[in-house]
């Protein structure tokens, strides 16, 4: 069974930076897509960074791209989301995601229904 734990998450001015980190634990295959999502109060679950198990290559949103990063330590079984330029619209929970077996990110698009494994969250807040 996949674990996720996520951390980093705090309070921030905007423009500021923070690196949310994410362990994984009970991965077995090898093919398989990692995500970051977020949800803020009233809305929508929605897909921010993700990247493939066995292929090169990262996706971003469209409202992150630009500032954040999303890339992982696969000797230590960590998924981290690096995010500069902080803007207040960026407040949510951030959640770490993981497929099943699936060969790329590429096939999964954004919906978090595809995601099968989640973290417990981490609250990022920007302040104007």
């Not at 734990?5 to 994410?22: D, K, M, N, P």
């Not at 770490?96 to 954004?110: D, L, P």
């Amino acid at each position: 069974q996949v674990q996720l734990v996520e951390s980093g998450g705090g309070s921030v001015q905007a423009g500021g930076s923070l690196t949310l980190s994410c362990k994984i634990s009970g991965m077995t295959y090898s093919r398989y897509c990692l995500g970051w999502f977020r949800q803020a109060p009233g809305k929508e679950r929605e897909g921010v960074a993700k990247l493939s198990g066995a292929s090169p290559g990262t996706y971003l949103a469209d409202s992150v791209r630009g500032r954040f990063t999303i890339s992982r330590d696969s000797a230590k079984n960590l998924l981290y989301l690096q995010m500069n330029s902080l803007k207040p619209e960026d407040s949510a929970m951030y959640y770490c995601a993981a497929t099943g077996y699936v060969h790329s990110c590429g096939v999964v698009g954004w919906t978090p229904d595809n995601f099968i494994s989640w973290g417990q969250g981490t609250q990022v807040t920007v302040s104007s």
